[in-house]
Structures are given as C-alpha cells and as structure tokens.
C-alpha cells in the first residue's frame, strides 16, 4: 500500500486517462466498421471487430477500475483487500488481451480483404493482434495508438473526397449517414 499512499495521485489520473483512452477507442471501432461495411465482404469481419474492441474496453475498464479503487483511500484499505484488488488489477490482461486479439485479426483480414484502405494496415492489425498475446504485449498498444492515428487520418481524406467508390459512410446514398439528414 505504500506505493499507492504515495503515488495516488499520478495512479489516480492514469487510471482515467486510460479509461478515456479506451472508450476513445470504442468510438473509433464504432466509425471504422462504418467504414468497413462499405465493402460487402468486410461486413462481418468488421462487426467482429468491433466486439473485439468492446470486449477489450470493458476488460481495461475493470483492470482501470480495480487501480482507481486501490488508490481511493489506501490508508483505510484492509491489507488483505487491498492484496486482492492489487492481484485482480495485475492480472486483469487475459480480458483485455483477447478482446485486442479478436479485434486486430478480424480488423486485420477485413483490410485484407479489399477495403481501400492499404494492406499494409491490415498486415499491421494482425500482427498486433498476435503480439499482444505475448509478453510484449505493451508494444501492441503503443503500435495501436499511432495505428489508429493513420486509419482515422485515411478514413477522414477517403471522406473528403466525394467522388470515390470507397469513402465511408458519410457518402453513402443520400449524402449523409444512412441517407438520414444530419
């Protein structure tokens, strides 16, 4: 607990930093299978992605949670609570790892699969996907932020450019999401 009594604070606003992290990317899951299901033969695999993704926020939101509990009030904390919110926090990773796994696969083949998006992408969703079931795990998140910086910077120019085949759903019929007026 000593740790937590002296560090609460910077554990604190990890905590939520991380859990706004990966709400963030919920909604990037969320406009990239929008994206994705342009493509008739993306659309399954996209909407596996996209749980993938949800299942990997709920487990970081638990792992996130169970850190923001240990840091609430360490000093009030009984030992043996704070040992197994302690030991539940540090193996909160199966969740997570399996959610990351399903959804840098599938995402990974779905951009294989011909999505306008370049295949060197899909090569690198699949490949974080494998990592983050190893020990190197945390490479996977770090490649994950700066992958998602890419596709969101793709999606939004494939976006702004009304005349092309594969531009997402916002040019889709009728101008707009789904043909509905925004």
Same mark, same amino acid.
């Given at each position: 607990?000593?740790?937590? *009594?002296?560090? %609460?604070?910077?554990? +604190?606003?990890?905590?939520?930093?991380?859990?706004?992290?990966? @709400?963030?990317?919920?909604?990037?899951?969320?406009?990239? +299978?929008?994206?994705?299901? %342009?493509?008739?033969?993306?659309? !399954?695999?996209? !909407? @596996?992605? =996209?749980?993938? &993704?949800?299942?990997?926020?709920?487990?970081?939101?638990?792992?996130?949670?169970?850190?923001?509990?240990?840091?609430? !009030?360490?000093?009030?904390?009984?030992?043996?609570?704070? %040992?197994?919110?302690?030991?539940?926090?540090?193996? /909160?990773?199966?969740?997570?790892?399996?959610?990351?796994?399903?959804?840098?696969?599938?995402?990974?083949?779905?951009?294989?699969?011909?999505?306008? #998006?370049? *295949?060197?992408?899909?090569?690198?969703?699949?490949? /974080?996907?494998?990592?983050?079931?190893?020990?190197?795990?945390?490479?996977?998140? =770090?490649? #994950?932020? =700066?992958? /998602?910086?890419?596709?969101?910077?793709? /999606?939004? +120019?494939?976006?702004?450019?009304?005349? %092309?085949?594969? &531009?997402?759903? =916002?040019? !889709?019929?009728?101008?707009?999401?789904?043909?509905?007026?925004?």
């Amino acid at each position: 607990m000593a740790f937590y *009594k002296a560090h %609460q604070s910077d554990q +604190r606003i990890a905590a939520i930093l991380l859990a706004f992290g990966f @709400i963030f990317l919920l909604f990037f899951a969320g406009s990239l +299978r929008g994206y994705l299901r %342009q493509t008739p033969a993306s659309e !399954s695999l996209s !909407s @596996i992605a =996209l749980a993938g &993704a949800a299942v990997l926020m709920a487990g970081e939101a638990v792992g996130t949670g169970l850190t923001f509990a240990l840091t609430d !009030s360490p000093g009030s904390l009984d030992p043996a609570a704070a %040992q197994a919110l302690n030991v539940l926090s540090a193996g /909160m990773v199966l969740i997570p790892a399996a959610g990351f796994f399903v959804f840098g696969i599938s995402i990974g083949l779905a951009i294989l699969g011909g999505t306008g #998006l370049p *295949k060197w992408l899909g090569w690198t969703a699949i490949a /974080m996907g494998i990592v983050v079931v190893t020990p190197a795990e945390g490479f996977s998140f =770090l490649a #994950l932020v =700066l992958w /998602m910086v890419t596709v969101s910077i793709l /999606m939004f +120019r494939a976006a702004a450019k009304p005349g %092309q085949e594969q &531009a997402g759903y =916002l040019n !889709s019929p009728g101008g707009s999401a789904g043909g509905k007026d925004l």
